[in-house]
């Protein structure tokens, strides 16, 4: 997999040497970006949503297509507050999708919530009005009967006589002090934080947006790449998401979201409010780009949140 993996970036990197980056708009035609949309999708994103920034990476790896000072764009320290795979285990345990009344035409409604056919509610143990002797006639007790275990009830409780209690003087003394004793909680107990630095490249080659992520742990300690695939949708992780070195950093290896699969999803995407006459605007492309890619991360909580409004009613 590392051999074909290599072959792949030797070939990809010697196409974008040769190939001029795209200039002409297809973004309505083919769910791609030219570098100038690509750059005015990214400042719009920095105005909406402050938590993003555009960073001018190393200069050994700079992109003479790109300003230098907007090579890339990336958020810091987003929270990570749970497992993606823990997420769709409780998703998967409660009964995940089951479609109901389905017909031969594989027509039905969909519930999300289903309930596993192995396991039906049982009913709660009421016991009958039959069952009840209303009609007992038993005496009514006194308050003391109830709480002396059938002891007599003149029988008093064998209280110490002060008489006998001998003072020796020196109690409080001889009595040694005493500690709270602090103990390490357990690591069940602990909420393991990671965070994450997202980033978003241009790709030459495939000519749309592309995510890469940098995790760390509670300690802000780098993840290794195993552990960041715990973060990532199981349809997802080591099938689109690859471990790459960043286009615009030198340090350390990047998990990312590989973007052969991106124009053709985000062209579904911007065909739903075209069938409405509404005609996306190319501004608003990584607002779209950054909720389909919630998909993949869905634990990984960046801000892309906000009311779009895609474009005009044409």
């Not at 003394?173 to 602090?182: D, I």
């Amino acid at each position: 997999m590392q051999v074909k993996q290599k072959v792949y970036e030797l070939y990809k990197g010697t196409v974008e040497r040769v190939t001029a980056p795209r200039t002409v708009s297809a973004f309505l035609e083919k769910g791609v970006l030219s570098v100038p949309e690509f750059i005015l999708a990214g400042d719009n994103l920095v105005a909406k949503c402050p938590t993003w920034s555009w960073e001018a990476g190393d200069p050994s790896k700079r992109k003479p297509y790109l300003p230098a000072d907007k090579q890339f764009l990336v958020t810091r320290n987003v929270p990570c507050l749970r497992r993606a795979i823990s997420v769709e285990e409780e998703y998967d345990a409660a009964g995940a999708e089951v479609v109901l009344d389905d017909d031969e035409d594989g027509e039905g409604w969909l519930a999300t919530h289903g309930v596993q056919a192995s396991k039906r509610e049982e009913e709660e143990d009421i016991p009958s009005m039959d069952t009840l002797d209303i009609g007992r006639s038993d005496g009514i007790k006194s308050i003391p009967s109830y709480f002396s275990g059938g002891k007599d009830e003149e029988e008093e409780e064998d209280i110490p006589d002060m008489d006998t209690y001998e003072d020796t003087g020196n109690n409080l003394a001889a009595a040694e002090p005493s500690y709270f004793v602090a103990e390490e909680p357990e690591d069940d107990n602990i909420l393991h934080t990671r965070t994450y630095d997202v980033s978003i490249t241009y790709d030459k080659y495939y000519q749309t947006p592309r995510v890469w992520l940098t995790g760390y742990d509670e300690s802000r300690m780098p993840l290794k790449p195993e552990l960041v695939f715990e973060d990532i949708s199981q349809d997802h992780a080591r099938k689109t998401v690859t471990i790459e070195d960043h286009p615009h950093l030198l340090a350390g290896k990047h998990a990312s979201v590989h973007p052969c699969k991106h124009a053709a999803v985000m062209k579904k995407i911007i065909d739903v409010p075209m069938s409405g006459g509404v005609e996306p605007e190319v501004d608003k492309y990584l607002f779209i780009f950054l909720k389909f890619i919630a998909t993949v991360i869905p634990t990984i909580e960046y801000d892309y949140t906000m009311d779009v409004d895609l474009g005009s009613t044409s």
